[in-house]
T-cell receptor
Framework: EDQVTQSPEALRLQEGESSSLNCSYT??????LFWYRQDPGKGPEFLFT???AGEEKEKERLKATLTKKESFLHITAPKPEDSATYLC???????????FGTGTRLKVLA | EAQVTQNPRYLITVTGKKLTVTCSQN?????MSWYRQDPGLGLRQIYY???????DKGDVPEGYKVSRKEKRNFPLILESPSPNQTSLYFC??????????????FGNGTRLTVT
């Protein structure tokens, strides 16, 4: 069964303290892995798509990487405005479903 | 502005009273989908549509109906709502859900309470 697990569930960082969020996935064949940011009361906002192991994408303080079993979202020198829930999702080859993890709630303290 | 629009944002209703949540996208996307989000369970797919007149069940379709008569619209229908359908609902669309994947774009959500 296709599955996505994110860790940790919650993370508190001091401003400037870099860290990584983990997304472990199990799919029969990966079509794409997606990272989203979700602010309270809003819909998820798309950040990155990764397609194959070894691929990396960057946007401001965020960098996403992908291996055959997991993806990491690295946050470098975070700021309070980076506080949000970060969601990971996968789509498997041969399906039209997007499967989401339960997310990591990130709080960055000033 | 490219967007997915859901209405209403908030809805309180009683058990058994039929309701419809509308969803419209202006990006000419082929693929549309409905999710519900519950604490500790994350986003779970209710129904999806690969293109007009083609829909399929997601992981939690019981108690819901959808239709895709036009490319831009994908309403979610609860024929007889029950309290366990109290949740935050999101509509999403993507350029294509087919062989070439693309990211989902989400609406701002509908918070439904069934008493």
């Amino acid at each position: 069964e296709d599955q996505v697990t994110q860790s940790p569930e919650a993370l508190r960082l001091q401003e400037g303290e870099s860290s990584s969020l983990n997304c472990s996935y199990t799919v029969s064949g990966l079509r794409g892995l997606f990272w989203y940011r979700q602010d309270p009361g809003k819909g998820p906002e798309f950040l990155f798509t990764l397609y194959s192991a070894g691929e990396e994408k960057e946007k401001e303080r965020l960098k996403a990487t992908l291996t055959k079993k997991e993806s990491f979202l690295h946050i470098t020198a975070p700021k309070p405005e980076d506080s949000a829930t970060y969601l990971c999702a996968v789509q498997a080859i041969g399906t039209y479903k997007y499967i989401f993890g339960t997310g990591t709630r990130l709080k960055v303290l000033a | 502005e490219a967007q997915v629009t859901q209405n209403p944002r908030y809805l309180i209703t009683v058990t058994g009273k039929k309701l419809t949540v509308t969803c419209s996208q202006n990006m000419n996307h082929e693929y549309m989908s409905w999710y519900r989000q519950d604490p500790g369970l994350g986003l779970r797919q209710i129904y999806y549509s690969m293109n007009v007149e083609v829909t399929d069940k997601g992981d939690v379709p019981e108690g819901y109906k959808v239709s895709r008569k036009e490319k831009r619209n994908f309403p979610l229908i609860l024929e007889s709502p029950s309290p366990n359908q109290t949740s935050l609902y999101f509509c999403a669309s993507s350029l294509t859900g087919g062989y070439a994947t693309s990211p989902l774009h989400f609406g701002n959500g509908t918070r439904l309470t069934v008493t």
